[in-house]
Each structure stands twice: as C-alpha cells, then as structure tokens.
C-alpha cells in the first residue's frame, strides 16, 4: 500500500518561493509518475506538473516558468518549489502518484494535502 | 490548452441514481478519471481508464465515455456520497504531457 506523507511552509509572503517535499512510503518510484496538484475555491483543482525516476518532467505550461520538481530516490521524496507566489496561488497543495494507463494517466495515491497561504 | 467543462451542481435522492458529465475534446482521444472529493479531505479516485475502479470504490460508482463526453454514473446513491466530483483527463492540445481537471460537479443527496 502506498502511502503519500508531504510536508512544507503554510504561510508565504508575496514573491517568496514555495517549497513542499512529499515522502513515498510502501512503494518504489519506478515505473510511476510523481505529481503536484493544488485546489483552490477559485480554480478548482490545477494539476501543476510530474515527474519520473527516468528523469522526464512535465509541466503545466500555465505555470512552468516558476515550477521547479525534483526528486530524490535515496530518500524516497520528490519537491516542488514555486517561485515568486502571489495572493493567486493560495491554495491547497497536493502530491501524488500518476499511474500510467497507456498514453494518459490517473491520480490514485494523494498526500493529505497542505494549506497554503500567500499574504504580505 | 483544453478545458473540461461539467455542470456546476446536481441534487438526487436517497437511493436513486445520478449520472454526471464531463465534456472536452481532449476526452475523444485519452480516457477521463473521475474523482470525489469531501471538505478537508484529499481527492479519492473512483473510476478510471474505460470504467475501472480501484480497490475499495463501491460499485455504485461507473463510468462510461462517448465521443467527447464522459459520464460518472452513481447507482443508489448514499448519504456519504454528498461531495464535489472532478473529471480529469490528458490535455489532446498540448504537445507534452499535461493534465487537466474539469470545473467540478457539487452533489447534493436529498
């Protein structure tokens, strides 16, 4: 059974970065996809990007040019850090597995989530 | 990029039956998933690929896909499942991989 653990700062000044790391506990990073997703009264839910062990990265190309992922299989976790955070980025942040299902993917392990805030 | 566009809010009573949309051009190429989601609580997957659930999702969750429209179906409906519903899929217009989330479906059971 895999298991999502994230952790990282809840309260952000305007043009500071965030910085979230998810742990992976009872699975391997192999063959998966690793995602950040956030949610949002106003947007809904936004996927942000993912990332794999073969090193192939994603984006969502609405937000790519401050979105940075990483991952580290020694430890288990990946990270996103988001640069230069507004008030619109307050969110819920999630990560989660992508499980390949052909060409496309599915959403089927989530972190619990980490509340956001950015505020001067 | 695409957009997944569902109704905003549907209402069903106790032990009857709902089906929910998703409609978007990027569902007449890839497979649309489909996800619950409660206040303060992560997402659930319920249905993905041509109507699989994961393990522990009650079959009265069901999906099925036509064209460019997918529908979550929810067959005697429980208290418990009062929440708000995404589809998702991968973006056909984008060149690398990229995913996107419909607007939501909140569900009321009355």
């Known amino acids: 059974q895999v298991q999502l653990q994230q952790w990282g700062a809840g309260l952000l000044k305007p043009s500071e970065t965030l910085s979230l790391i998810c742990a992976v506990n009872?699975?391997?990073?192999?063959?998966?996809?690793w995602n950040w997703i956030r949610q949002s009264p106003e947007k809904g839910l936004e996927w942000i990007g993912e990332?794999?062990?073969?090193?192939?990265?994603n984006y969502n190309p609405s937000l790519k040019s401050r979105v940075t992922l990483s991952l580290d299989t020694s430890e288990n976790q990946f990270s996103l850090r988001l640069s230069s955070v507004t008030a619109a980025d307050t969110a819920v942040y999630y990560c989660?597995?992508?499980?390949?299902?052909?060409?496309?993917?599915?959403?089927?392990?989530w972190g619990q989530g980490t509340r956001v805030t950015v505020s001067a | 990029s695409s957009a997944l566009t569902q109704d905003p809010a549907v209402s069903v009573a106790l032990g009857q039956t709902v089906r929910i949309t998703c409609q978007g051009d990027s569902l007449r190429v890839y497979y649309a998933s489909w996800y619950q989601v409660k206040p303060g609580q992560a997402p659930v997957l319920l249905v993905y690929g041509e109507n699989s659930r994961p393990s522990g999702i009650p079959d009265r969750f069901s999906g099925s896909s036509s064209e460019d429209t997918a529908s979550l179906t929810i067959t005697g409906a429980q208290a418990e499942d009062e929440a708000d519903y995404f589809c998702n899929s991968r973006d056909s217009s984008a060149f690398f991989a990229s995913y996107i989330f419909g607007n939501g479906t909140k569900v009321t059971v009355l």
């Open positions: 009872g699975g391997s990073f192999s063959g998966d996809y």
């Open positions: 989660a597995r992508g499980e390949r299902l052909g060409a496309t993917r599915h959403f089927d392990y």
């Open positions: 990332i794999s062990q073969s090193g192939s990265i």
